[in-house]
C-alpha cells in the first residue's frame, strides 16, 4: 500500500502498477526510462509519513516517486546484483537496501540524487555486514531505531541503522588490552610478522575513545618490536610485558618507566599473563591449547614485595581468572577440569570436571557468583562458583569458544568461536539473543568497555583489512524492548487484517 492506503503498488514484471486501492482500477503504469533493460522489481516499500514509494530491480537499481503525483524522486544503483531487500524509515528520512552480496545499505533518503546518471553515485551512510547469504526482508522498527533483517542463512539480525553498526574500526589493532574504567581509553596492541602479538613503541597504543585518535605509545618507542604478549591491570597503572627469550618487564605507564624485569627463563609466547584486582600479584601460566602435553603450573610474583612462588599450583594452565575479590583464583587442567583455589595461599578450594574436551576460555560475572566455561567440543556452560553446580548448557556454536566476557551488568554474555561468530546469550533464561558473523576473526579476544558501551574484538572489514571492532553493544534492556515493539507491532498488523 501506498500513502494512507489509498494506493496499491503492484510490481508486473519491470512494470510498478499503480491501482486505487478501493476499486483495483489501474490509474497509472511506473516504468523506467528506456535502454536502462528490462529488470524484474524484486522489493517495494513506501513511506505514508514522508509520500514516497520505493521499488528494488534485479540489476541493483532502486527508484523513489512521490505518491500521488508519481513524480520520480531519484533513482542510483544500491548493489552490483539483485536487491531483495528493502525498506524506508518511519519518517522517510533513511533507505535501507540488502541483496544478493549478503550486505546492508543505509542510504540518506535526502541525499540521493534524481538522476545518478548526471553526477558522481550516491554513498551509503553505512554498510551492515554480519549475513552469509542474501538478504530477503528488511524492517524497521516503528520508532525507526532498529532495523530487523531476514536472510537466507537462516537468521534474523536487529541492527542500529544510525549507530556504530557494522563495528567502527581501529585499523591494524589486534587486540584490546585495558579499558579505562569510565570506557574513554583504550590500549590496543598489533599483530607481529611472526605471527606474536607485539606491544613496544607504535605497536601499543592509547586510544581516545569519543575522538577515535591515537594517543601515542603508552611505553617508549626505544622498546618497539620486542613484546609478544601483554596485559595491563584494572587501574591502568601497570603493565606486565613478556618476550620470546623469558623475560618480563613491568612498566609504569603513568611515568613511562619501567619499573621491574623478571627473568622467567622459558618462552612466555604462548602463555597467559593476568594482574591481580589490587595490581599487587602478577599470575602467568601456560596456555593450555598450546601446552596439553607439558607439565603446566602457575607462578605468581608479589610486585611489592620482589617475592616469587615458582610452581605454585602445579599442572595448571591457562586460561585463568581472578575474582574481583581477590581472594580466589580460577584455571584449568588437563581433561576439562576446572579448579578454584584461595589467594594467595594457593588452598584448593573445589575442584570439578566441567567438560569433556579440552576447555579454551572462561568468565567470571562481575558478582563472582557465575563461571562461564567454553570447551574445543562448541559447547558454553555456566555454573554456580560456590557449589559448582550446572546452570546452563548454551548450544548453537559448530566449533571451539577461544573467548567469551559477561557483560558489565551480568545479564548477558558474549562468546566467540574459532569459525568468527559471535553470540550473544542471555543469562537468566540461556536463551540466544542473536548472533555477530560476517567477520574474520583475528586475535580471538573479546572485551566489554567498562560502562558496557563497547564490545571489542579483531576481525576484518570483509575488504581484507584486519581491524579492532569496536561494536555499540546493544544492552539486555535495549534488546528486551526492541522484542516488546516488534511484538506489539505484529499484534496490531494481525488485528488490522
Known amino acids: 500500500y501506498a500513502g494512507n492506503g489509498e494506493w496499491l503498488a503492484v510490481s508486473d514484471w519491470e512494470e510498478l502498477k499503480i491501482l486505487n486501492a478501493k ?8 516504468h523506467r526510462p528506456a535502454g536502462v533493460g528490462k529488470f524484474d522489481i524484486a522489493a517495494l516499500d513506501s513511506c505514508p509519513k514522508r509520500g514516497l514509494l520505493a521499488a528494488a530491480y534485479r540489476d541493483g537499481e532502486v527508484r523513489l516517486w512521490e505518491v500521488g503525483t508519481w513524480r520520480e524522486m531519484g533513482s542510483f544503483q544500491a548493489h552490483s546484483g539483485f536487491v531483495f531487500g528493502l525498506a524506508l524509515s518511519p519518517h522517510g528520512n533513511l533507505l535501507a537496501t540488502g541483496g544478493a552480496d549478503h550486505v546492508i545499505k543505509i542510504w540518506d533518503v535526502n541525499a540521493l540524487p534524481v538522476d545518478a546518471s548526471a553526477g558522481p553515485a550516491p554513498e551509503p551512510v553505512k554498510e551492515l555486514r554480519g549475513h552469509r ?36 574500526g581501529l585499523p591494524n589493532q589486534n587486540k584490546a588490552i585495558w579499558f579505562s574504567p569510565a570506557g574513554r581509553q583504550l590500549i590496543t596492541a598489533v599483530d607481529s610478522r611472526r605471527g606474536l602479538l607485539d606491544f613496544g613503541g607504535s605497536q601499543m597504543n592509547l586510544w581516545d575513545m569519543t575522538t577515535r585518535q591515537s594517543l601515542g605509545s603508552p611505553i617508549p618507542t626505544t622498546d618497539s618490536q620486542r613484546y609478544v604478549l601483554g596485559t595491563v591491570s584494572d587501574d591502568g597503572q601497570l603493565a606486565a610485558l613478556g618476550t620470546a627469550d623469558g623475560v618480563i618487564d613491568i612498566w609504569n605507564l603513568q611515568t613511562r618507566q619501567r619499573r621491574k624485569r623478571i627473568e622467567v627463563g622459558v618462552n612466555v609466547s604462548t602463555h597467559q599473563l593476568a594482574f591481580s584486582p ?38 595448571s594452565y591457562a586460561p585463568l581468572a581472578f575474582c574481583s575479590d581477590g581472594r580466589r583464583l580460577v584455571f584449568v587442567q588437563k581433561d576439562g577440569i576446572v579448579q578454584v583455589s584461595d589467594f594467595p595461599s594457593g588452598v584448593l578450594l573445589v575442584q570439578w570436571k566441567a567438560h569433556a574436551a579440552m576447555i579454551h576460555s572462561v568468565a567470571l560475572s562481575p558478582d563472582n557468583r557465575l563461571l562461564a566455561t567454553g570447551a574445543e567440543d562448541a559447547t558454553v556452560r555456566v555454573w554456580d562458583l560456590a557449589s559448582h553446580e550446572k546452570l546452563l548448557e548454551l548450544k ?13 551488568d551480568g545479564k548477558t554474555l558474549v562468546t566467540e568461536t574459532w569459525d568468527s561468530t559471535i553470540k550473544f546469550w542471555h543469562i537468566a533464561t540461556g536463551r540466544e539473543l542473536f548472533t555477530v558473523e560476517g567477520f574474520r576473526m583475528w586475535g580471538f579476544c573479546v572485551r566489554f568497555s567498562p560502562n558496557g558501551e563497547y564490545l571489542a574484538f579483531c576481525g576484518d572489514d570483509g575488504r581484507g583489512q584486519r581491524q579492532l571492532m569496536l561494536w555499540r553493544a546493544p544492552s539486555w534492556e535495549e534488546i528486551a524492548a526492541a522484542e516488546r515493539t516488534e511484538k506489539t507491532a505484529t499484534h496490531a498488523r494481525s488485528r488490522a487484517r
Open 23 to 30: 476499486s483495483l482500477e489501474r490509474v497509472r503504469t511506473l
Open 278 to 315: 589490587d595490581g599487587v600479584w602478577l599470575a602467568a601460566a601456560p596456555a593450555m591449547i598450546h601446552h596439553s602435553t607439558s607439565e603446566g603450573g602457575l607462578h605468581l610474583w608479589n610486585l611489592e614485595s620482589d617475592t616469587y612462588a615458582p610452581g605454585f599450583l602445579p599442572h
Open 133 to 168: 547469504a542474501s538478504v530477503f526482508a528488511l524492517a524497521f522498527l516503528p520508532d525507526g531505531k532498529k532495523l530487523l533483517s531476514a536472510s537466507a542463512d537462516g537468521t534474523v539480525k536487529v541492527w542500529d541503522p544510525r549507530g556504530a553498526d557494522p563495528p567502527a
Open 396 to 408: 548453537g556454536h559448530l566449533t571451539g569458544i577461544p573467548a567469551m566476557a559477561f557483560a558489565p
